[in-house]
Nanobody, 122 residues
């Protein structure tokens, strides 16, 4: 059974950068890995996804050009590089794995990590 563990969150000033990591344990047969985020009082939002077969990626409009999702299969890890962070990026970030690649329906993802907190101060 696949398990996911996020790390790399923290507090940064606006304009700063963070790199989140998602360590995958177990054989990852999932077609898709994704990062979602959830701020207090808001719905969970898909941020970025990566197709495990060919590393092609998709992003939500608000992070395009600032965030980059990548994977290192040798290390069994997925990353989210976040640059030019804004206060609106503050949220708990979750790594997810699933058979369907979509940013619009978190129910399609079958495995989730516990999340890592990102706080951006303006």
């Amino acid at each position: 059974q696949v398990q996911l563990a996020e790390s790399g969150g923290g507090s940064v000033q606006a304009g700063g950068s963070l790199r989140l990591s998602c360590a995958i344990s177990g054989y990852n047969y999932n077609r898709c890995m994704a990062w979602f985020r959830q701020a207090p009082g808001k719905e969970r939002e898909g941020v970025a996804l990566i197709y495990t077969a060919d590393s092609s990626a998709r992003y939500v409009t608000s992070v395009k050009g600032r965030f980059t999702i990548s994977q290192d299969k040798a290390k069994n890890t997925v990353y989210l590089q976040m640059n030019s962070l804004q206060a609106e990026d503050s949220a708990r970030y979750f790594c997810a794995a699933g058979p369907v690649c979509t940013l619009f329906d978190s129910d399609d993802y079958v495995t989730w990590g516990q999340g890592t907190q990102v706080t951006v101060s303006s």
